[in-house]
């Protein structure tokens, strides 16, 4: 089997959504997409304004949920289940790559899938095979392996046979997901079941491909699309391209995983079994090895760090991250329990954070001390492996605490340091970050985001409500939200370059001057009367 490395260099260029919460469609532009970044030159960055519950962190959810559909994992109903827009059928998400291939020359990639709400019975959920997925957690530590192509096929691995899926659609859109699901049997059994349970399931996906590609110039069409029934995946004319020695068995094969994934709330285009598929060809195609590229990409290169992320109950944990893995210390009180691979990710982890906390927050550092080893219950392996204790101290002027006890606006630092350094080096790393300003002071957020700015050489997506980023950084990398939930983010227009962009802001929140209102009016009487009436009936009590 031919195996070649993980080489193409990736950026998002371009986000659409359509029926995302409370974002009926928004689109978002990267600067790359208008000014496209020769190999390692620049940075890009995207800053995302508005009021509160106007889609700045729907975006950022999106952007999460794609990567885990491009990892191939389960879309979790419990985290996302709320993410379709009420009265919609579905979601749809669109999100457009930038791949520079070695002679500096450029190809585009889009990447689209609906998202629906199903019930499923709960007999589907049990797969009596056993799959052994690129991305588990185990040992307490967070673990996404760095995984290029030729390491793809001793990192993946499906055993037993492919499942069959026993579900029904529940009101959700999407008649080639319906049709899959009724192939197999299943609308009678489940409507007569009991205990149903609600899953997402993704369905209609499709992967375009344009631009100079192989060596030719592709006008953009599609590379993979799933919105078929009468095969596996249009055009048909590919499919030899995918699988040269394609035969009934195997496209039955396919079509077996394509319900499987469908069910499991995967993507099909990205999931393991298909991945593996892939791997197992005598030779590798172009075509195939664009998939192969997207989802190594998704699993070492996009790292969102959202709110419900670092929470803030005592029983959240405060992550700390290396390039390709994380260890969630416990909030409550500052201990990770750790296998020795895990140990060895802390201690890289706060050795990179050291070096800049001590510039960002003079005198600060961070310290782990191994309490006792004990034997850790491996959930993969049924058995116990050696392991440790260890709690995680910061330390400033010689007086050490738990870790758990700094400020909130320290702990948020320490966990987005570690990613915003690994973004700052790698132009090819997009990391994207929610509330980005939770404690951190003003003056010091402008310097580190005009730092990656200006010698920084990866993407940079964040939410803020401190206003000012908007005084340091180029307008060019700045979006609104807007109040117009069909035009739901928007690109400041008519900004003279000596116009200090935050004023501007500002005034055209109260006067307008921009396509949409960006804000949603308030009064003060109204809001005054308001406290004084919700006062009195607190009071009563």
Known sequence: MEQTSFSTKIRIEKIELQN???????????NCLKS???????????GIYGQNGSGKTTLLEALHVTKLAMM??????????????????????????????????F??????????VWEISPSTTKNNGKSKNATKIAGGIINSTALSTALLATSLGVAGPAMMPVAAVAGAAGIVAGQILKSSGAGKEVSQAEGKVKRLAIFDEVLNLSGMFNGNTVRQGPVF?????????????????????????????????????????????????????????ESISEYAQIILDLKAFAIQKIRVLDSKIIGTSRGDVIPLYTANRGVGVKRSDSTVFLDDEGLKTLR???????????????????????????DLDDRNTRAHTPG?????????????????????????????????????????????IDEIDAGVYEYLLGELLLVFEEYG????????????PMEVLDKKYIYFTTTNPENRYLKPKNIRNENNLRDVYLREIVMGGQEEDLYAPTKHGKIASALQKAGEIIGQE
């Open 20 to 30: 995302f919460k409370g974002v009926s469609n928004g689109v978002i532009e990267f």
């Open 36 to 46: 496209p970044v020769e190999k390692d030159t620049c940075s890009d960055i995207l």
């Open 72 to 105: 191939g994992r389960k879309i979790p109903f419990d985290k996302y289940g709320n993410i379709v827009a009420q009265g919609a059928d579905y979601a749809r998400m669109s999100i457009s790559f930038q791949a520079s291939n070695a002679d500096g020359s």
């Open 107 to 116: 190809y585009h990639l889009e990447y689209a899938f609906s998202l629906g």
């Open 225 to 281: 699309d799933t919105r078929t029934t009468e095969t596996v995946f249009l055009p048909k004319s590919r499919q030899k391209s995918f699988f040269p020695n394609k035969t009934a068995a195997a496209l039955k094969e396919l079509q077996n995983h394509k319900k499987s994934a469908l069910v499991n709330s995967k993507s099909f285009i990205f999931c393991d079994e298909l991945s593996q598929l892939l791997l197992e060809q």
């Open 348 to 374: 890289t982890a706060i050795k990179g954070l050291n070096v800049v906390l001590q510039q960002v927050i003079p005198g600060l550092s961070l310290e782990a001390v191994r309490q006792v080893d004990i």
């Open 388 to 432: 440790t204790k260890v709690t995680v101290y910061s330390v400033r002027d010689n007086v050490r605490i738990p870790l758990s006890e700094e400020s909130a606006g320290i702990i948020r630092l320490i966990s987005s340091m570690g990613l915003f350094a690994y973004a700052f080096v790698n132009p090819d790393v997009t990391v994207a």
């Open 457 to 468: 050489s990866g993407q940079l997506v964040f939410t803020c409500h401190n206003l000012r």
